[in-house]
């Protein structure tokens, strides 16, 4: 057969068609392939930045928080009174200076950047995969997504926390501790040749605390979005010329409401597993039952509170920075309108 044959030029044609469709397919899935990719490293950034900011505006309510949730000796007094909050706050001024307040917060923000970058790229992935159409768009869903990314980002980010948590703890001024000496003396306190386990110490409460404070904060914060973009609030909430846009005060009460309202729900379980952390420095390492009747015994049910105005005070600004930093930073990566 020669090569003018109309049926063997049929036949490579054919090829040449299939073989330039199959290139073009690769190459529209390598291009949406690497658009995924610049889109989810854009998407971590913009959560690492926006937990960064946010957790840098309450450094040291955090740092006080802690120290009244963990019994600390040298804070206990503080705890009870209406005015705790003040005196702790220039009992740690006057004695180790304004460098007090913030101490162990770098290892908070080495945690926090991957902690918060994870947690709303994982949401945002999460909800592209389960939120397909308006019938599966349901508070359920959200809730699920959001407790799933906070339990994966805990996961990933916990160490960094347990070491942030025993820097905080630490008040002596004659101590000299970095992040890196903390993670030495917590990997050997079992003895031995040291355990990667001992940098999980209390992740079972916190993995159980996460999981409704994540999903109600995220819950939260979604709905009443939705509910500041309805037309009963629209002309007040959106910006001049958006249907989506919600201003300022807008996007910050969102935050502030959701934090509150996740706290609330979440607060007795992170008492517990405060307490858990620091057990190991105080000589008393117990499971999550025995700290929970340990808390009961000395306080009873208040125990589960202690600190818990602190924590409306510092979780209202710092959700609310946190979701507000990440639209906006959303909005100069590209990642939205």
Not at 156 to 172: D, N
Request: charged share 20%; net charge positive.
């Amino acid at each position: 057969m020669s090569d003018t044959d109309p049926s063997s030029s049929l036949v490579k044609d054919s090829y040449e068609a299939i073989r330039n469709t199959h290139g073009n397919n690769s190459g529209l899935e390598s291009s949406k392939s690497r658009r995924n990719r610049d889109f989810d490293w854009r998407n971590g950034v913009a959560g690492g930045v926006a937990g960064c900011a946010a957790k840098t505006i309450v450094a040291p309510m955090e740092r006080i928080k802690i120290l009244f949730q963990t019994s600390n000796p040298h804070f206990l007094r503080y705890s009870t009174r209406w005015n705790g909050f003040i005196q702790a706050l220039n009992h740690i001024r006057t004695r180790h200076g304004i460098y007090g307040l913030f101490k162990g917060h770098s290892a908070s923000l080495i945690r926090v950047f991957p902690y918060a970058g994870i947690n709303f790229l994982a949401y945002e992935q999460l909800q592209r995969a389960i939120i397909i159409s308006p019938q599966t768009d349901t508070p359920f869903h959200r809730f699920f997504c959001g407790s799933t990314a906070g339990a994966i980002s805990t996961i990933f980010t916990y160490p960094l926390e347990l070491i942030r948590i025993r820097l905080a703890f630490e008040t002596e001024q004659n101590t000299k501790s970095s992040w890196f000496r903390i993670c030495r003396k917590v990997y050997f306190e079992s003895g031995g040749k040291g355990s990667l386990f001992n940098l999980y110490q209390g992740i079972g409460p916190t993995i159980l605390g996460i999981l409704p404070y994540a999903g109600t904060s995220f819950v939260t914060h979604d709905l009443m979005r939705d509910q500041l973009r309805s037309p009963l609030f629209a002309a007040y909430t959106l910006e001049r010329g958006s249907s989506t846009r919600l201003t300022a005060v807008a996007q910050l009460c969102c935050g502030a409401i959701a934090g509150i309202v996740a706290q609330t729900v979440a607060y007795p379980i992170d008492i517990l597993r405060r307490r858990m952390q620091v057990g190991s420095v105080v000589g008393s390492r117990s499971g999550i039952v025995e700290t929970a009747r340990r808390v009961y015994m000395e306080r009873g049910v208040k125990g589960f509170y202690v600190g818990l105005t602190i924590g409306y005070v510092k979780m209202a600004p710092m959700v609310a920075t946190s979701f507000y930093v990440y639209d906006r930073t959303k909005r100069l990566l590209g990642l939205t309108e």
